[in-house]
C-alpha cells in the first residue's frame, strides 16, 4: 500500500471486531476454529505494523529509543492488562454493566475499535508525510 502501514493497521482491526463477533456467537465447531484461523490472522498485523509506522515519523538517530518506548508501554500497558484487567472483568468485575465472557468481548470489541480509531489519526498523518515526499521527489526531478 505504499508506506501506508497504518491503513492496513485499521483494517485488520476493524476485522478484528467482526471475527471476535463469529467467535463469540459460533454454534459450530468449524466455525470456531474458523474465526480462530482469522483471528490469528489479524493479530499480528497490527502489531507489527504499529512498531513501523512509529519507527517511520522519527529521525534515524532515534529509531531504537521510539521502538523502545513504544514496546516498553505496550509490554506494561498490553499485557497488564490483558493478564489483570480481562481477569477482572471476566471475574466479576463489571464493564458498561457487563461481566463476565459478555464483559471480556465488549471490553475487547471496545479496546480494538479505540485502537483504529486512533491508527485512523496516524494513517491521515503517514498520508500527509507520504504526499509531501512525493511533492518533493515532484519539485527535484
Known sequence: MNGRRSL???VALIGIVFALGV??????EYVFLGSLFVLGFLVFGPQLLIG????GFVP?????VADGIKGTFAYLIGDSFAKL???MIADG???F???GWAGTFAALDISAVVCAGLLFLV???EERKIRHNKRLKAQAA
Open 85 to 87: 484487567g480481562l481477569g
Open 8 to 10: 492496513v493497521a485499521c
Open 52 to 55: 513501523v509506522a512509529a519507527t
Open 123 to 125: 494513517a491521515l498523518a
Open 60 to 64: 534515524k538517530k532515534a529509531i531504537s
Open 93 to 95: 468485575t463489571p464493564i
Open 23 to 28: 467467535y463469540q456467537h459460533a454454534t459450530n
Open 97 to 99: 454493566g457487563l461481566t
